[in-house]
């Protein structure tokens, strides 16, 4: 939220008591929604920017760190499949091993859950605009 989203509501307050004309009252509030929106649509401007310069990198390394780490975690979700069977052939060994990777999931900080969270969304949007941009489907 920027600073001045928390201001829009009093600043209409004062709008409604100092200005008479109700026309006049709106065109001004509507002017003071324009600059929220500006103001917001700048900010997503520079977040884009840097995901598309990640995603168009010639650095390998960088151009591929987002979706190599998407393909890891398809890989820990797809493992799901052999779980169900081990638990079909051996249901106490399927419990050992889902106990393990419960107890290894819960000691990752939260702030990498949020990082990939984060991470697959802008790469998703990245793909989605540069898709749109060029015209493909």
């Known amino acids: 939220m920027s600073p ?11 709008i409604d008591k100092i200005i008479p004309d109700k026309q006049a009252r709106e065109q001004a509030k509507l002017e003071l929604l324009k600059l929220e929106n500006g103001q917001e649509l700048d ?6 920017s840097a995901i598309l310069a990640e995603t168009q990198s010639v650095d390998p390394w960088t ?30 060994v399927a419990l050992n091993i889902a ?8 000691g990752i900080p939260e702030p990498l859950y949020a990082l990939f969270g984060t991470g697959y969304l802008g790469y998703t949007v990245a793909r989605q605009w540069g898709k749109s941009r060029n015209g493909d489907k």
């Open 4 to 14: 001045l989203s928390s201001l829009i509501d009093p600043i209409s307050k004062i």
């Open 99 to 106: 106990s393990g990777m419960n107890a290894y999931l819960a």
């Open 63 to 92: 151009s591929r760190a987002r979706p190599s780490f998407l393909y890891v975690m398809y890989l820990l979700l797809l493992w799901s499949i052999p779980m169900g069977l081990i638990a079909a052939v051996r249901p106490q």
């Open 43 to 48: 900010q997503v401007r520079i977040q884009m």
